[in-house]
Each structure stands twice: as C-alpha cells, then as structure tokens.
C-alpha cells in the first residue's frame, strides 16, 4: 500500500480578511512566506499575538505567545494549538476537525492595529490526512471515514494513530497532519511516511 | 485480558546521595513529598535547576528549568524529559531506558550548595510497563518484551503505542508510563487504563 507522507503542523491561526484588517489595519493582505504541502496554502509574513488565560496570577498577567497566520484567509477565525500549547497559554481547547469550532476554546487575538475578542475557535486539531479522490478510491476510503495510521521513525517509539479523520478533495495532496506532541509521541523528525493499517 | 493503568512522569531528575550533597549541602536527605505508584518511589520536596544550551543566544543565556527530584537516591544522575521539555530547554537528548545513560544527553545541574556537569544523563524515556512476576505470567511476557498497548481515552485520539518496554520485578507495582507528549498525543487525562494488543 502507498505510504503517506506524515506532516507536524506546529500552532498556527487562521483569520478572515476581516479580522486580518482589525488586527493589522484597513486594506492588509496576506503575502506568501512560504508555500504548504496543500494547493494554494502558506505561510504568511504576519505574526499575531495570541492570548490566554491566567486565573492564578494575581495581577492579572494573561499568557501569550506570537503565532503565524496561515494563509489564504478563510471565513472563520480559528487558532490551532497542541495540548502543551493550550497548558502553557492558559486556553480551554477541545480535539476538533478544522472549521468545526462551535463551542471550541476562546482567546483574544491582537496585532499591531487592534485586537479582537474570540468567544470560540481555539482548537486542538483532530489528526487527519489530506488526499485527492484519486488517493481515496486507491486507499478504499471515503472523506470522513476514521482510519488507523502507523508511523515508524525508527527511534524506538512507533505508533498507531487512531480515530484519523479521512479528508479528500480535488484541491488535496496525499499527506496526514499530526500535532507537534503527536509528533513528538513518535518521535517524527525529517521526512517520515505512515501507512494505513487495520 | 486485564487492563494497565496509564501514568503520565513529567520531567523529573534521580540523582545519587553524592550528587544531593554537592547540590543541598552536606547531609542532605531526601523527603518524602508523595508516594508515587511504584513501591518506595517517591516526589521530593527538592528542586533542581536544571540548565541547558542556547547557542544562538548571544549574551549566553542558558535556559532552565526548575526540576522536582524523585527519591530514593539512585547509583546515577539521570535527567528524564520530554521531547518537548528537551526542545525548550535547549537539551539534546536520546528515547532511553531509564538506566542505560551512557552517551544520552548533557546538562548542568543546580541547586543552592553548588552545581554539577553531567556530561551524560539527559534521556528522554523509553514508554515502559512495570510489572510483577505473577503480572508477567498472567500476560504471557517477560522482561525486556516489546508490546503494542492501546490507549483510548474517549477524547478523539485513540493511540496504539509500540516499543514499549516489559520491565519485571517482584518490587514494581503495574502500571505503564509515558511522558507528557504521549499523554497529549493520546488526551490522556484523569484515570485511563491501556490494554496489551497484538
């Protein structure tokens, strides 16, 4: 069976094109950094400063780190974090597929011009492979089924990925997402391939 | 087949009587904080500092940590981290069985009597199964086996687990340990029991 090239998405937001002009000023748009293995994705030039919670301190000192903006821009705002992420910013995130953020984490985004109040769209990204139909009918799977992935790096922590969310698209390229503690439980570094498995 | 409990070691350091000494002062025992669940192992009250490189930094600032010290003291210095503790904390560090240090990871080690070079000791640690004996029968391995165990903590990121380590001995309780990245690979969190598979 064709193997799958295994990707580590490192935290990243996406935002609309209005929310990009709140945060970096009327007109802004995304220029490419560098391209994504999907069609027609990338990695902007733009950082945005994403900010947690802290309950605990006493002088009301939110958690934050600088996150890139993927682009292009897309029609709802959501900010992908791994669990480590989430701990360290103080975020509440579930495990969800890209775009379902109803009732997801919330946080406040800013950026040089203005900052916005999220009240949902944080999210821990359920892992997932990319493919065209083409890949699909090759696999024997549909967009949405939930396969097992193996991943061997070949560093004494090989890995079988459950409930790994199919997704196909003429706009794809066969590749599977996993988080950077995902990665990190496999101990991924360099190109490594997975193979579906039983 | 009976299930294990899943335990999650964050980072944490075992340091020998000698090392204490030159760390605490001379004298200085190790106390008590909580047991943890291998008969006799327990959290100490002390913290090291732990400090790693920062090649890039060109005022020479190191990175740390402050690590807790389990106890009882051991016939070595080891430094257990995860992938993602050793990426932050500037460590480079192999995937080890507790133990077998040799050519694993350097780091400096400081506490308020004095500091230590450990030119090895740094590990990331090998996900392992304590077990007893009478355990062992009941399973069908021993000592030294590699299994798959599979976790599902009913969040969405159901893991199966390869190259974890069989370690046996009438002393050990059972239970399976893997570091905070594998927890978060799987959502571990709570109580979660893994099952042995094939």
Redesign the interface.
């Known amino acids: 069976m064709k193997e799958i090239l295994v990707e580590t998405s490192a935290r990243h937001v996406h935002v609309t094109q209005e929310a990009l002009e709140v945060l970096f000023g009327k007109g802004h748009n995304l220029e490419v950094k560098k391209a994504l293995s999907q069609p027609g994705q990338f990695a902007s030039n733009d950082k945005v400063m994403v900010i947690g919670y802290n309950k605990k301190d006493p002088n009301g000192v939110r958690p934050s780190a600088a996150l890139s903006i993927l682009g292009p821009v897309r029609n709802h705002n959501q900010v992908e974090v791994?669990?480590?992420d989430a701990r360290s910013l103080g975020l509440v995130a579930p495990?969800r597929e890209s775009g379902d953020i109803a009732g997801s984490g919330a946080c406040t985004l800013k950026g040089p011009a203005g900052e916005i109040e999220l009240s949902e769209g944080v999210i821990i990204a359920?892992?997932h492979i990319h493919m065209t139909p083409t890949d699909a009918a090759e696999f024997g799977v549909k967009n949405g089924d939930i396969v097992?992935v193996?991943v061997?790096s070949g560093?004494?922590?090989?890995?079988?990925?459950?409930?790994t969310v199919i997704r196909v698209s003429e706009k794809y390229a066969l590749a599977m997402h996993i988080d950077?503690?995902?990665?990190?439980?496999?101990?991924c570094s360099g190109v490594v391939n997975g193979k579906i498995v039983k």
């Open positions: 791994s669990f480590t495990v359920k892992r097992n193996e061997d560093k004494g922590r090989k890995v079988v990925f459950g409930d950077t503690d995902e990665c990190n439980a496999c101990a």
